[in-house]
């Protein structure tokens, strides 16, 4: 398998227009996660879905941030209208969970999101 | 508040040495901790879990340690390497919800 794949590694855009991020889980798992990492404040979650339905978004900054799982295969975080502080890297994380598993998490690669 | 708290200075060590590197955590009572593994320009990668009922765990030239009544998680390195260099990340989780409460990491770095 090749992993949880990220798209795009680097995006560099100016504030006030949308960005899209995309992931691809690893086939099989059953949850998707949305993480944003700074140095300041470490990895913090944004939402999760459970077979593609998001079961926790109270991380999600505020209504400028949504994200949508239309098929096990596949998820957007999308930011409309950026701003400079959104500036950060974007982690999509997959796994299999299951009653009584902890469910380890396959982090993808990342997407680094500057916005100037 | 619930908090989680790692070195903040960076770990240098010699190679052949064992590292460790420390998680405390209050307010909590995780039912499990995780630690991962980061590269630069790179995502997390899982290395080890225990639970609260577990004492300690290995794998290969790790091993971590989970007391709960210190409320910390030590995580060892045997016989460094210089490929063991990255920042090392531990996790607990929050209950019944599936989130994890991530540290800022600790960095490492191995000496040759």
């Known amino acids: 398998d090749a992993g949880v794949i990220q798209s795009p590694r680097h995006e560099v855009t100016e504030m006030g227009q949308e960005v899209t991020l995309r992931c691809k889980p690893i086939?099989?798992?059953?949850?998707l996660f949305w993480y944003r990492q700074t140095m300041m404040r470490g990895l913090e979650l944004l939402i999760y879905?459970?077979?593609?339905?998001?079961?926790?978004d109270s991380g999600m900054p505020e209504d400028r941030f949504s994200a949508k799982m239309p098929n096990a295969s596949f998820s957007t975080l999308k930011i409309q209208p950026s701003e400079p502080r959104d500036s950060a890297v974007y982690f999509c994380?997959?796994?299999?969970?299951?009653?009584?598993?902890?469910?380890?998490?396959?982090f993808g690669e990342g997407s680094r999101l500057t916005v100037l | 508040s619930q908090k989680i708290e790692q070195n903040s200075e960076a770990l240098n060590i010699q190679e052949g040495k064992t590292a460790t590197l420390t998680c405390n955590y209050t307010n909590y009572s995780p039912a499990y901790l995780q630690w991962y593994r980061q590269d630069p320009g790179r995502g997390p990668v899982f290395l080890l879990l225990?639970?609260?009922n577990e004492k300690e765990k290995r794998k290969e030239r790790l091993k971590v340690t989970f007391d709960t009544t210190l409320k910390q998680s030590l995580f060892h390195i045997t016989a460094s390497q210089p490929a063991d260099s990255a920042t090392y990340l531990c996790a607990l989780d929050a209950g019944n919800n599936r989130k994890l409460i991530w540290g800022l990491g600790t960095s490492l770095a191995v000496n040759p």
């Open positions: 086939s099989g798992h059953n949850s």
């Open positions: 879905f459970n077979n593609n339905v998001p079961i926790d």
């Open positions: 225990i639970r609260e």
């Open positions: 994380a997959s796994s299999f969970y299951a009653s009584g598993n902890t469910g380890e998490l396959f």
